[in-house]
């Protein structure tokens, strides 16, 4: 297996310390912040679904954008995230190449940029150089409020480092499958937001059902498929719980283990990078983790990363 740069386990000469916390105080503020950044765009969204129903959105949109949110979200957690960053399990080549193209329809950047990115994350996990890191301008609450922005969404286009695909992926540049799917970038972005007006076009005989197929399955798929993976970046590097040890400030967040398909277990994975589960311990669902077991099973995957307990046990934070 090709070796993967830049993904090993944290490097302590790259960190700083992790400031003292204020239960009493900044933690509250932090709490309310966050509720406020996350929860208050999704109760929009959700008293907007009954008004539109039975009118603006049917059955069709909603299975239509659940097969495409299923699709180009486990494209980026197995694919993007747990293959090509972090080499978690080696794919044969027509699993590699599908994997590319499942995690372009989410539509979060071409796969060598995003995997660039994320393996600079890594190596400066929450310390300079670190793209997207909540806690880059303080630890009061205006502060918090600020880096959450930052992290979510904001440091795609503010950041002024821009990531070296030579220096953070060179593995994918070499790969001649890769580079065409990283080529072919934009007309899988028009896969992604029109396939769903086709298909519920096709599916109502209707420009009207082509055109909600496209708000609903299209638009506001993708738009709550980037802001779950967004969260990971802000949130589980703000709150939650560590149960492993980490020298950065990456954290668990159970509420957003199913719509991240497992990826909020975000603890264990700073403490072990390449581990092909996250959610290692009971009760912790990884769907990512099931759906790389199937295709071990089905011979598609080799060579997968499962937890080793004395590893993990070396890791767990004292009770």
């Avoid at 821009?162 to 899988?188: E, G, N, Y």
């Amino acid at each position: 297996m090709t070796a993967v740069p830049e993904t090993g386990l944290d490097d302590a000469s790259k960190r700083t310390p992790e400031p003292e916390l204020d239960p009493e105080g900044r933690g509250k503020a932090e709490r309310y912040t966050v509720f406020a950044f996350v929860f208050i765009p999704l109760l929009a969204l959700a008293a907007a679904v009954p008004v539109a129903w039975g009118w603006g959105l049917t059955m069709t949109d909603v299975a239509i954008g659940v097969v495409f949110y299923l699709i180009s979200g486990l494209g980026i957690t197995v694919g993007y995230h747990r293959h090509f960053t972090h080499g978690s399990f080696k794919a044969n080549r027509g699993l590699r190449i599908a994997l590319g193209v499942a995690g372009s329809l989410a539509i979060q950047g071409s796969v060598i940029k995003w995997v660039a990115d994320h393996r600079r994350h890594h190596k400066y996990a929450d310390a300079e150089g670190d793209p997207h890191s909540p806690w880059r301008f303080g630890d009061d609450w205006r502060s918090v409020a600020k880096g959450l922005y930052y992290a979510h969404m904001a440091w795609l286009y503010l950041d002024e480092e821009r990531t070296s695909p030579k220096r953070f992926a060179p593995d994918l540049l070499k790969d001649k499958d890769i580079r065409l799917v990283d080529k072919l970038f934009v007309p899988l972005v028009v896969v992604s937001l029109g396939g769903p007006a086709l298909i519920g076009g096709l599916v109502t005989m209707s420009w009207w059902g082509a055109l909600t197929a496209f708000f609903w399955a299209g638009l506001v798929r993708v738009a709550l498929l980037h802001h779950v993976t967004w969260s990971i970046n802000s949130i589980c590097h703000t709150i939650g719980e560590e149960n492993f040890e980490v020298r950065d400030r990456s954290r668990n967040v159970w509420w957003l283990a199913i719509p991240s398909f497992g990826e909020s277990w975000h603890n264990l994975h700073h403490a072990d990078p390449t581990c092909a589960r996250h959610g290692v311990l009971k009760g912790q669902i990884d769907i990512s983790a099931r759906v790389i077991w199937t295709f071990e099973k089905l011979g598609w995957a080799t060579k997968v990363r499962w937890p080793n307990a004395e590893r993990l046990e070396a890791k767990r934070v004292s009770a």
